[in-house]
């Protein structure tokens, strides 16, 4: 062997045997300190990769089932039921851009900038063939081939979008926040909430918000009980006064109690210190289980006749207490949680979790741009469609309620 191979040999050698020495150093000494924190509840970047990809392909999934459920629909009878409403806002997309915007006339105005941001960052995000996209902006959507936040358990034809407020949330979540994209709210409530032990928080339940008739019953529960639980009531929004017109008696138990404040806090001030928050009804679905999961604190949720997005994939006991619409039982089941601090304990970090991977916002994408390319292809396959999809946003079977202009 030549003398130059040898040095060649040898370097090679040397460079091995340092990169052996390197990586054992590693080893003895990064590895335990990972295996440590892993040990203490903190995850790791892969085990979150590897937990948001299983989200995305579990949300990817429940997206291709919200438009299986209209495959079953003749021709005729899927233009029967697709039609627009004075309430709808109906988007026109062409080679992936929306470029004809038509709203009704009695289309929530406030929540129409949102949707149409929650649109364009699904065509961001993916790309989906041309079609129409009726949404319909109120909380209690009629039965017809659309698109909202939310629906009836049985409802053949609406299809769930993320709710608006993923792409513009409008509810203050943190003194001196002024982002209201969500991923950066999510991450704050995140890192809020870690900073609050369970342990250490209050063990009173704990619910805010404005007295909807399905809140009255555990609003009552604080009144009466106030050891036990307590309440935020938002005495100031502009619906106050019609929800508690002609109960003079409920309302002075609330004044009593300390239950009415007229002014609004965010979420975090009074949620993050309690380790039992109860969901509750809004107007329709109340879209605040978002803000719940990843708050640090376990949640009791009642029955419940509508469902958004993502519901299907919670399970009751592992992300949250499931209790009953009137809350007869929550006080027995708060006695249960009380028992057993190790697995409520569990179900936060199960929420927590649960957050992070299936609400990411790149995932909420990933749902709602599989959801509207399965719809897309539908829609494609009705020839009263594809001669002229321009109608459906300009005259909606003969009913000029649509005021139309281009996007």
Known sequence: ???????????????????????????????????????????????????????????????????????????????????????????????????????????????????????????????????????????????????????????????MLPNHRFAVNDIPVAAGMKSKKWNPTLKVLLQLSQRAPYASRDDRLFMDGIPHPDKKHYFDIACQQPDIATAYIHAGSEHFERLMRGEEQRLE??????????????????????????????????????????SGSVIFKPDEDRTEFFRAILQPYRHYIPVARDYSDLLEKRQWALAHPQACERMVRASREFAEDYLEYSNVMAYAGRLLTEYAHWMQSFSWFTADPRRVCSTPWGKDMFQCRAA
């Open 1 to 159: 062997m030549r003398p130059s191979s040898r040095r060649v040999t040898m370097l090679s050698v040397i460079a091995v045997t340092s990169l052996v020495t390197l990586l054992c150093y590693w080893g003895l000494h990064y590895v335990p300190a990972a295996v440590e924190n892993a040990s203490r509840g903190s995850r790791t970047h892969s085990s979150s990769s590897v937990g948001r990809e299983r989200a995305r392909r579990e949300l990817q999934q429940l997206a291709v089932v919200e438009v299986q459920r209209l495959r079953s629909l003749t021709p005729e009878s899927a233009e029967r039921h697709f039609r627009t409403c004075s309430t709808c806002l109906c988007l026109l997309i062409v080679d992936n851009a929306v470029v004809r915007i038509a709203s009704g006339p009695q289309s929530w105005v406030s929540r129409m900038p949102a949707y149409l941001q929650l649109v364009d960052d699904i065509l961001l995000y993916h790309s989906v063939p041309d079609t129409v996209v009726v949404i319909d902006t109120t909380d209690h959507p009629k039965s017809r081939i659309s698109f909202n936040f939310n629906r009836r358990y049985g409802d053949s034809f609406i299809m």
């Open 253 to 294: 138990c609330y004044r009593q109690a300390g239950l009415l404040a007229n002014t609004t806090v965010p979420f975090a001030t009074h949620n993050l210190r309690h380790k039992f928050l109860v969901y509750a009804h809004g107007n329709s679905l109340s879209d605040r289980l978002r803000l719940l999961l990843p």
